[in-house]
């Protein structure tokens, strides 16, 4: 399981802070993955099809930005979304999302998904709490709160990925992965992301996608 958003330098910082109850309690949280992908990129052989892929957007892109968001503030229970192929591309799979979703305890959330966002902007994931708001945006965690206190951290040069360039990232995140493995065979321990873990973000894309064709709220 390759989710390696997860072991990014300011990922881990990001869920201490939540882990500690330093944002208080969860009221908003917000995804957006703004990518750019030219029409030659889907032009390869397969490439944005259900059969090579699996998906669009979401699938393919969107999945690293949504399993951080919901490792850090747990799956939603409810969404609702509309999904399409624009005009930017020809493609069979979608590239835009936009959903909005509610957590059980009653805070809400969106998800902006595309690869028509020319010429790239970096991922961002925002969350909203009682005490305070915590914001990654490309390699940077911003957190300010009420108390007057701020942390920022950064990847450095790690990168972040996205934008443009796919490959705008480290290997070191995906080593971290591999690492995590390894020692959990040692030890006989679960990894840090299960293949039940790693089940999580695909349930919530099946949801919003099946949104998107039905036009109902879906549960997650």
């Known amino acids: ?56 957007v979401l699938l393919t892109q969107g999945i690293h930005t949504l399993d951080l968001l919901i490792s850090l503030t747990g799956l939603p229970v409810e969404v609702t979304a509309y999904a399409t192929t624009t005009p930017v591309h020809q493609m069979e799979t979608e590239d835009l999302v936009t959903g909005a979703f509610r957590f059980a305890n009653g805070a809400l959330g969106t998800i902006t998904a595309t690869t028509c966002a020319y010429p790239g902007l970096p991922d961002a994931i925002e969350i909203i709490g009682t005490k305070g708001t915590a914001r990654i945006e490309g390699a940077k965690l911003i ?41 959990a065979v040692e030890r006989d321990r679960e990894p840090k992301v299960s293949g ?10 099946e949801a919003l996608l099946r949104s998107s064709e039905t036009g109902r709220r879906e549960t997650v």
């Open 196 to 205: 039940r873990e790693a089940l999580k973000v695909h349930r919530l894309i």
């Open 143 to 183: 957190a300010a709160f009420h108390d007057g206190t701020v942390v920022e951290k950064d990847d450095g040069e790690l990168g972040g990925g996205a934008g443009a360039d796919p490959m705008a990232f480290s290997h070191m995140h995906h080593r971290a992965v591999l690492e995590d493995f390894v020692d």
């Open 1 to 56: 399981v390759v989710l390696q958003d997860r072991f990014r330098p300011i990922s881990l910082p990001f869920g201490e802070i939540l882990r500690k109850g330093r944002l208080g309690e969860i009221v908003g949280a917000t995804a957006r993955l703004f990518n750019w992908r030219p029409q030659s990129y889907y032009d390869q052989p397969g490439r944005g099809t259900k059969a090579r892929d699996g998906g669009g």
